[in-house]
């Protein structure tokens, strides 16, 4: 079955450094969105990206995030400058329609130290 | 804008019972509906779906949900658990003001005693 592949399972980097959280959708998927976890807490929406252009974004993407779809099969996340709240899982996930019901990968653990 | 509410953080229920993980939705417009289950250590998966049509919707292991309008729920039933049910499950929405944003739950925690 295919699979979101997400790479590094888990990073850590110092606070105010630069990070990049790559993911590999379903290759037919046209959708594509990022959500975090911070430990014990909900799922939250950080981005959705579609037809090369972010479509929707929640408050906690500010400026410090980015996202980029660079050569037609990775989707990375960007954080410019850590913050110690940013430490959290990162999901990426796909779908081939909004309404289809979302692929996750399993997630990069990042930690910001 | 929608959101989710589940009002059980965590269920205990033992082998084989029944379970009911209850899930409700606030949105003035029609809604999609989802719940994904979470094992430890790993993304989260996709049970079932309510779109449009029949209210009972039926998942993957033996999971299935009903769709209620009027109570706006959507709750997660199974007639007879198993060890391997423990896990986070969390319910979804998103509407029509923006299909393109499924806004999560917190979560219930599933735990089966053996």
């Known amino acids: 079955e295919p699979e979101v592949t997400q790479t590094p399972s888990h990073q850590v980097t110092q606070m105010g450094q630069e990070v990049i959280l790559r993911c590999v959708p379903i290759?037919?998927?046209?959708?594509f969105y990022w959500y975090r976890q911070i430990l014990g807490q909900k799922v939250e929406f950080l981005v959705s990206f579609y037809n090369n252009e972010i479509s929707e974004k929640s408050e906690i993407f500010d400026d410090q995030f980015s996202v980029e779809r660079p050569d037609g099969s990775n989707f990375t996340l960007k954080i410019r400058s850590t913050k110690l709240e940013d430490s959290a899982m990162y999901f990426c996930?796909?779908?081939?329609?909004?309404?289809?019901?979302?692929?996750f990968g399993s997630g990069t653990r990042l930690t910001v130290v | 804008a929608q959101s989710v509410t589940q009002l059980d953080s965590q269920v205990p229920v033992f082998e084989e019972a029944p379970v009911e993980l209850r899930c409700n939705y606030s949105s003035s417009v029609s809604v999609y509906l989802f719940w994904y289950v979470q094992y430890p250590n790993q993304g989260l998966q996709l049970l079932l779906k309510?779109?449009?049509?029949?209210?009972l919707v039926i998942g993957i292991n033996g999971f299935e949900a009903e769709f209620n309008k009027s109570q706006t729920s959507f709750h997660l039933r199974k007639p007879s658990v198993h060890i391997s049910d423990t896990a986070e499950y969390f319910c979804a929405v998103s509407d029509a003001t923006s299909y393109d944003k499924v806004i999560f739950g917190p979560g219930t925690s599933l735990s089966v005693i053996p």
């Open positions: 290759s037919n998927h046209l959708y």
């Open positions: 309510y779109l449009s049509g029949s209210t």
């Open positions: 996930a796909s779908t081939p329609t909004q309404i289809y019901g979302y692929t």
